[in-house]
Nanobody, 124 residues
Framework: QVQLVESGGGLVQAGGSLRLSCAAS????????MGWFRQASGKEREFVAR????????YYGDSVKGRFTISRDNAKNTVYLQMNSLKPEDTAVYYC?????????????????WGQGTQVTVSL
């Protein structure tokens, strides 16, 4: 089992940047594929990005491609989401998640563990 704690959310103006962090504790962090999702008020949880365990492979949702970058530091048990060129439509609660299975990993049900989320608000 792994515990996940997100941080780094906040209020930012459109065009600005934020970096989210997700610190993991428990079982070996490097054994998990990691993902970021977001959920805006009244909407379903949306895939943002994922990263493999150690080969650096990443995959992004269409709405964030070219603006967001996911990375991980297995020595620090942390996964990051660098968000640039933020837009008001990026406003949501952002969640990190850990998956033990392989695959495309773009749907929430494929992930085994979740953090509590961190709010990101982008103003005009």
């Amino acid at each position: 089992q792994v515990q996940l704690v997100e941080s780094g959310g906040g209020l930012v103006q459109a065009g600005g940047s934020l970096r989210l962090s997700c610190a993991a504790s428990g079982r070996t962090f490097s054994s998990y594929r990691m993902g970021w999702f977001r959920q805006a008020s009244g909407k379903e949880r949306e895939f943002v990005a994922r990263i493999n365990r150690s080969d650096g492979y990443t995959y992004y949702g269409d709405s964030v491609k070219g603006r967001f970058t996911i990375s991980r530091d297995n020595a620090k048990n942390t996964v990051y989401l660098q968000m640039n060129s933020l837009k008001p439509e990026d406003t949501a609660v952002y969640y990190c998640a850990a998956a033990t299975s392989a695959g495309v990993l773009v749907t929430p049900h494929m992930y085994d563990y979740w953090g509590q989320g961190t709010q990101v608000t982008v103003s005009l």
